[in-house]
């Protein structure tokens, strides 16, 4: 797509200083941009290739405006700014509707006549597809499955009985929703499965990662809020609730029934055990380890940053020595105390 600079800031609703007719036709990074991209500058220390770098147009902050030789947006968010170009510029491709000859489809699925259903597509009974759908190859969809309009399962996507996706979600190749929850009982040495009668819920505008899995409730429903995003590998346990626009990075795994609120970020490996309530407005940094609820908003870690191994391995061994450690300093501090006392006993 081609755009002149004063549509695209009138769009963006930045302030342009250059000449408005430059047409750009696509986005590039700084080093290898050319008249015809667009780039930006986000963080200060990028500021030296400013005016190294052959883009027609940057999005910069007012401070970098001051130095730039090309044509600018000036933006109060140039992150956001640039996202936002970036999708003018290549938005998402047209949604063609149709079936393939090579789906499968039950006689009593609800396709909407706007929707595309790919090639090898499965489609199961009372499964109900909303206008502008669009279905990838290989995609299987089990009884009583919904999808929202303008949603799009690019490839393989999975969704099992139970599952309900809701407008304008996005799904990339492998995501399971509404598996079966991980729920057995003890019998001697025999395990038994509960039957997991819930639903796998996810709201509108919600984007799941490649080979991503949502499993369905137990008893009451697994809840994907409005604007969440999920990373590609992770695990969503039964019964988990996501509360509205909070983002997970890959390969975190949340354990069964735990509720995290809205506007979370949670870092690539983080591990969050079950039953926990986390509130809104809470960030984990990556490889975090969550054992118990946190209410309060802020910043939370507990990975510890990779080290030389000569380093790590002496560490190693007084982890071990910790706990005889506490109770020597233990020990010494009841001992002082009680010196105190004998010491005040004898000067009064």
Same mark, same amino acid.
């Given at each position: 797509?081609?755009?002149?600079? @004063? ?39 990028? @500021? ?48 063609? +509707? ?9 006689? %009593? ?32 969809? +089990? ?12 490839? @393989?996507?999975?969704? %099992? ?58 008893? +009451? ?25 909070t983002a997970i990075a890959g390969n975190t795994g949340i354990a069964g029934s735990t509720h995290i609120g809205r506007n979370c970020t949670i870092g690539g490996a983080t591990g969050i055990a079950g039953h926990l309530e986390i509130g809104d407005q809470v960030h984990f940094t990556g490889m975090s380890m969550v054992t118990s609820s ?32 506490? @109770? ?21």
């Amino acid at each position: 797509m081609e755009i002149c600079l @004063r549509e695209l800031a009138a769009q963006l609703n930045v302030t342009l200083r250059g000449d408005p007719e430059i047409k750009i036709s696509r986005v590039a990074q700084l080093n290898n941009a050319d008249a015809h991209s667009l780039a930006f500058i986000g963080d200060a220390k990028h @500021r030296n290739t400013l005016n190294k770098t052959q883009a027609g147009v940057v999005i910069v902050s007012e401070a970098d405006a001051a130095i730039a030789k090309m044509p600018v947006l000036i933006s109060k968010n140039p992150y956001l700014s640039f996202a936002q170009a970036a999708r003018l510029l290549h938005p998402d491709p047209p949604i063609n +509707s149709g079936i393939h000859p090579t789906a499968v489809i039950d006689s %009593c699925a609800q396709i909407d006549p706007t929707a595309w259903i790919g090639p090898l597509v499965v489609i199961e009974a009372d499964v109900v597809i909303g206008a502008r759908v669009f279905i990838g190859p290989g995609c299987i969809l +089990s009884a009583g499955v919904e999808i929202g309009e303008d949603s799009r399962l690019i490839a @393989r996507v999975t969704l %099992c009985s139970g599952a309900r996706i809701g407008k304008r979600a996005l799904l990339h190749p492998g995501a399971v929703i509404g598996r079966e929850g991980f729920g057995f009982a003890r019998n001697g040495e025999q395990w038994i499965r509960i039957p997991q009668l819930g639903l796998a819920v996810l709201g509108d505008d919600v984007e799941i990662g490649a080979n991503t899995t949502v499993d369905r409730g137990t008893l +009451s429903d697994t809840r994907i809020g409005n604007g969440v995003k999920l990373d590609n590998h992770i695990q969503i346990a039964h019964n988990v609730e996501i509360g509205d626009n909070t983002a997970i990075a890959g390969n975190t795994g949340i354990a069964g029934s735990t509720h995290i609120g809205r506007n979370c970020t949670i870092g690539g490996a983080t591990g969050i055990a079950g039953h926990l309530e986390i509130g809104d407005q809470v960030h984990f940094t990556g490889m975090s380890m969550v054992t118990s609820s946190i209410h309060q908003p802020g910043l939370y870690s507990s990975g510890i940053p990779a080290m030389p191994n000569t380093q790590w391995r002496r560490n190693a061994m007084r982890f071990k020595q910790l706990d005889g450690l506490i @109770r020597r300093v233990k020990f010494l501090e009841a001992w002082i105390e009680t010196m105190k006392k004998m010491t005040t006993q004898e000067n009064s």
